[in-house]
């Protein structure tokens, strides 16, 4: 929205600002975090009295989970709160790749906070039925995956783009809607499969989410594009104040989620949030980067995934308790400990993600 300010300039005064990306980010990610100090601790306390006992705690879960209870969800609120006022405040409102991103975390969002509800308001772990749930992501990724494809080049449409091998294509043809709709909702249901320990989930969707960012940046220009080896795709870099925001929002929502967590980000956050990431993959032709970058939530989702087609096959459980941090726990590892392992593994993959730009 203050992109339009640039209207008032002559090319060499303070309006003139607003045409960088760089320096709206920088605005986006300090309104975000604004926002997060603002709104979070009312925020808080609005869901301590309409929630009552809060998030409900697993029966089955680690024991060291039972002190956690009465501590209010949905905290994702103040994550989107922050990151949409941001976005909107700072992006330029015309790009068609912003209005997708802001579609997918909304949508995500709207499904987390009925799931939230559910369990809150029937204190129990069910929420929306799996199925249904399942089936309006699928929904509302296919209507992502459909709108990326008419804005991507005509050349890159329908095709996966290859981590450092810029002139490998693979055309998927049809196959592209189904592709792009496994990685947005393989996206939101690894974050929240993360999302099970104090401050776990959100550092590594800030690290991924602002790695993506950087990419957005660097493929939306084309002397970038031609610099580092990856497919040019106008229009990308305004994705990057998106990202500033989230980062923004997402250590506003820190201080109060860290341990021991005044509030849960819950399925409000974590599905909407890994919607975003998923979303900016397929937006910038790096789905399979994204698997790099958020390693970490990939080897989260697989995790349960061997745990329950080994169980039902044998009989017999592959961790001591799944997702894989639950196993750690399990373990005698300190919640801190792996909080803070998971971390430093994030930014190690992230690092290796941002690698595969350079080529030469």
């Known amino acids: 929205m203050l992109y339009w300010l640039t209207a008032l300039s002559d090319g060499g005064d303070?309006?003139?600002l607003f045409r960088y990306?760089?320096?709206?980010?920088?605005?986006a990610f300090l309104t975000a975090?604004?926002?997060?100090?603002?709104?979070?601790?009312?925020?808080i306390a609005v869901l301590r009295r309409r929630q009552g006992k809060g998030q409900p705690i697993r029966d089955d879960g680690p024991e060291g989970h039972f002190v956690k209870a009465g501590t209010p969800t949905m905290g994702g609120l103040l994550i989107v709160g922050a990151l949409v006022t941001a976005t909107l405040l700072w992006a330029r409102l015309d790009n068609p790749f912003v209005w997708l991103v802001l579609f997918?975390?909304?949508?995500?969002a709207v499904i987390g906070f009925a799931d939230d509800y559910a369990k809150v308001s029937k204190q129990n772990t069910s929420?929306?039925?799996?199925r249904l749930r399942l089936a309006l992501g699928i929904l509302i990724a296919a209507i992502a995956a459909w709108w990326a494809a008419q804005y991507h080049p005509q050349e890159l449409q329908g095709q996966l783009a290859l981590?450092?091998?810029?002139?490998?294509?693979?055309?998927l043809g049809y196959f592209y809607i189904p592709f792009s709709i496994c990685v947005i909702v393989g996206a939101?249901?690894?974050v929240n499969l993360t999302d099970g320990l104090d401050g776990l989930a959100i550092m590594p969707v800030m690290i991924a989410g602002s790695t993506l960012g950087v990419i957005a940046y660097a493929v939306g220009r084309v002397d970038f594009t031609e610099y580092l080896d990856v497919h040019y795709v106008p229009g990308t870099g305004e994705i990057l104040i998106f990202s500033a925001a989230l980062f923004g929002g997402g250590l506003g929502f820190l201080w109060y989620n860290a341990p021991?967590?005044?509030v849960f980000m819950g399925d409000t956050g974590s599905l909407a949030l890994g919607g975003a990431l998923g979303a900016i993959a397929i937006v910038t032709k790096h789905e399979l980067v994204l698997a790099i970058v958020g390693g970490l939530f990939v080897v989260e989702a697989l995790s349960v995934i061997i745990q329950v087609l080994y169980f039902k096959k044998t009989g017999k459980r592959v961790f001591l308790m799944a997702p894989i941090h639950h196993h750690y726990e399990k373990k005698g590892w300190a919640e801190p400990t792996i909080v803070i392992r998971f971390w430093i593994i994030s930014l190690i993959l992230a690092m290796i993600g941002l690698a595969t730009l350079k080529v030469r």
């Open 127 to 130: 929420g929306v039925p799996g």
């Open 163 to 171: 981590p450092v091998f810029k002139d490998t294509l693979i055309n």
């Open 21 to 27: 990306i760089t320096f709206r980010a920088g605005g």
């Open 104 to 108: 997918v975390t909304l949508s995500y």
């Open 33 to 43: 975090l604004v926002f997060g100090f603002l709104f979070g601790r009312p925020l």
């Open 260 to 262: 021991p967590a005044a």
């Open 14 to 16: 303070f309006f003139n």
């Open 188 to 190: 939101a249901n690894a």
